[in-house]
């Protein structure tokens, strides 16, 4: 039942996404109705009062965006801002006097926002595209193939072109089940696909080919503006290993901090071998805290004893999640003696998180 839905789903797309806009667009002209009709009508009918009800009519339209469209988080808080103002507008001018913050507290546009925010960290198609992923590996060795594509190659590349995007997704899958040294540039390609979903499959993909023609533009795929993708870039850089260390150290220095802070997520999880700490080192120091933070975790991982006064040093920096992170290598890296004495620092952070950890670390030395 569930495989039948989902193909359903994948078949339509086009003709879903269009009917959810519909219906979106349906339930918002409602409310925007009903809100205008309610605000004339009501001084002439005694029913005054209803006016805090209203906003509930925006919520419906507003929660079915942040379920379909998680990844739209940041605009669907303008939005329920927005709809705020426009309610407090025309309130005004058919003379309602009320606390806006009374109104986005009865309503639930509060929680709304908050919803919409958690939903925009966790992008929810991720989900549909897993099981998709997990059904579709069950079929391909049930039926002994590995795509539907047969292993053709040229079928494949054909597919690569499609305007469907599930089209596109399977055939960069296809691509990553050939022991053919041809996928390479296709995937490469793929890498500049408008979907996510076929960049993030392209990049798995060219992690598994060994090839150094995959390094440079796994690089560049470290500043892509999906987060996902770029966190399996970084990823697929630390699985090509010691091909890749040349451009990872160079990427230190890129100009874009998200280069940076791919780069050092990959090397601290490369199966490379790095001959010196010395460039990693001196991210401690970047203008960027994301930089700074994933520095500290990688010299936390790939790191020795040598680079605790480094490390030290960290516990002092200016960024909290940076502090954090220090106090946990410490725990991996320094001595007792002058771990206590740094502990004991870190009890009087101005930050309560770092208190906490603090305690934490000081409480498994005391053990």
Known sequence: MLERLL???QKHRGHI???KLLFISLLALIALFVSIYVLWESPWTGFRFIYVFIPHLYLIPIIFLALWYPKSGLKLVGIILLSVVFFAFFAEIFGYQFSIAFVMLYTGLDLATIMVLLLYVKDRRLVEAILTDLIERGERKKEGDTSRFGGDFDVIIAALGSSDEHDREEAVDA????SDPRVVLPLIRALSDDSP??????VEALGRTGA???VHPLMKVLADDDRYVRETAAEALGHLGDIAIPELIQGLSDKDWRIRVGTLVALRVTTGTISSLDLILETLSDESYYVRREAVKTIGR???SSIVPYIIQSTKDSDAGVRLRAIKALGKLGNEGE???VLNRCMQDTDSAVRVR???ELNKINQ
């Open 7 to 9: 193909r359903l789903i």
């Open 17 to 19: 996404e269009t009917g």
């Open 175 to 178: 691509l990553s089940e050939l």
């Open 197 to 202: 979903y076929v960049r993030r499959n392209a």
């Open 212 to 214: 150094i023609k995959a």
């Open 302 to 304: 790939i790191g020795n």
């Open 339 to 341: 771990i206590i004495q």
């Open 358 to 360: 603090a305690q934490e």
